[in-house]
């Protein structure tokens, strides 16, 4: 890797990716979109004036990292029930082979995960959410504890690596369209009340062109019936869960911070917290058009 490059990515082995020659390219620290933009464009450059070959393999994919430390639990998981309302949709366009993927299964494949998600929520007790049984979910909620991120799993690794910075945007685009929410229920409502057709094309905005589809009523409808497990897990008028409440249950990081006991058994160690950074947010308009980045070469 040229120096330019290395500045901004790492090589490590990944257990999951077969032959002598794999490797998962990993960015060294959190980036901005502008940043991500710059830094995937030059990976790209080098990659072809080495000629590195990349395989579309169904036990490999792009994880996307979203930034929340600077959300509220609440915030989050409102973000979580917008995401999983249209998980049907983002999926359909993620690549054959990804729909029902051991590796990022949707919330259809693994329902389990929702009735974790609303057994936190309504019993104020998050650190099941750490647990490694739930890694492999499309939305993964295990980098929460440790980064201070949700990780998304489920796009394919295009040979043409520019068409991950839109998936990207699209991503981070429903984190802020989330914001305008004032809990989970409401957005369940609003769907309600202007049917999943104008709800996916309010919330996607310019990019819904690139995911309209005949039965996109369909999938919305389907990726709502499984957010509402979620959105009416709890009275949110009232949800208010103290930091001592989301780190539960032990979890092995450098960060500290005491945890009160649990169930009348004392434990006698500590738990992370994650640093409150917030990473930078730039908002940069692309001269090219994003409605041919899901096209296969």
């Known amino acids: 890797i040229k120096n330019s490059v290395n500045t901004l990515w790492k090589l490590e082995r990944d257990g999951s990716l077969q032959g002598p020659e794999t490797k998962e390219y990993v960015f060294r620290k959190p980036l901005s979109e502008r940043q991500m933009d710059t830094a995937i464009r030059l990976l790209k450059s080098n990659m ?86 739930i890694r492999y979910c499309a939305m993964n909620f295990n980098p929460l504890f440790k980064y201070g991120t949700l990780e998304f799993r489920a796009m394919r690794t295009p ?64 990726g709502v019936r499984n957010a509402q497990i979620l959105a009416f897990s709890t009275d949110w008028d009232t949800f208010n869960p103290t930091r001592d409440d989301f780190y539960r249950r032990p979890i092995r990081n450098g960060f500290k911070a005491q945890v009160e006991p649990r169930r009348g058994f004392e434990m006698p160690f500590e738990v992370p917290v994650p640093e409150a950074v917030v990473i930078e947010r730039v908002v940069h308009n692309d001269d090219e058009d994003d409605d041919e980045w899901f096209e296969e070469e």
């Open 48 to 133: 072809e004036e080495v000629g590195t070959t990349i395989f579309d393999s169904v036990r490999a994919g792009v994880h996307v990292h979203i930034n929340v430390l600077d959300m509220t639990l609440k915030q989050i998981f409102t973000f979580a029930t917008l995401y999983y309302c249209l998980e049907e949709v983002l999926i359909r366009i993620c690549g054959e082979g990804r729909a029902g993927n051991l590796f990022c299964r949707r919330a259809s494949d693994a329902e389990f995960i929702l009735y974790r998600l609303s057994e936190a929520i309504s019993r104020n007790c998050f650190g099941n959410l750490a647990r490694d049984d």
């Open 159 to 222: 040979k043409d690596i520019t068409k991950v910075i839109p998936w990207a945007k699209i991503l981070d685009h429903i984190r802020v369209k989330s914001l305008d929410y004032d809990s989970p229920t409401s957005i369940i409502m609003e769907m309600s009340m202007n049917g999943g057709h104008d709800f996916a094309q309010d919330i996607l905005g310019d990019f819904f062109e690139a995911f309209n589809r005949d039965d996109i009523e369909i999938d919305v409808m389907k």
